[in-house]
Nanobody, 126 residues
Framework: QVQLVESGGGLVQDGGSLRLSCAAS????????MGWFRQVPGKEREFVAG????????NYADSVKGRFTISRDNAKNTVSLQMNSLKPEDTAVYYC???????????????????WGQGTQVTVSS
């Protein structure tokens, strides 16, 4: 079983930047697609970004394209999400997730991801 722990969330002003990190332990995630999701109260969790097992391909939600960048370091068993030009509508709890059965297909449905972190709050003030 993989344990995922997110860090880096916080309060930032409109237009600011944050970098989220996700550290995996228990098992390596080097062969898994990794994703970031976010959720606001009363809404479903939504896909934000994903990356293939070797970092060769990435995929982003339209709402974050050009502003967010996902990356991974398999040697350190970590995944990061660099968030620039943040907007108040980016406010949410952000979750890191691993899809152990996927390597090269970045699935955007949360059902494909079998390991989740506890989430980290990102708040963007206007």
């Amino acid at each position: 079983q993989v344990q995922l722990v997110e860090s880096g969330g916080g309060l930032v002003q409109d237009g600011g930047s944050l970098r989220l990190s996700c550290a995996a332990s228990g098992r390596t995630v080097s062969s898994a697609v990794m994703g970031w999701f976010r959720q606001v109260p009363g809404k479903e969790r939504e896909f934000v970004a994903g990356i293939t097992y070797n970092g060769g391909r990435t995929n982003y939600a339209d709402s974050v394209k050009g502003r967010f960048t996902i990356s991974r370091d398999n040697a350190k068993n970590t995944v990061s999400l660099q968030m620039n030009s943040l907007k108040p509508e980016d406010t949410a709890v952000y979750y890191c997730a691993a899809a152990a059965t996927a390597r090269i297909t970045i699935v955007t449905s949360e059902k494909a991801y079998n390991s989740w972190g506890q989430g980290t709050q990102v708040t963007v003030s206007s």
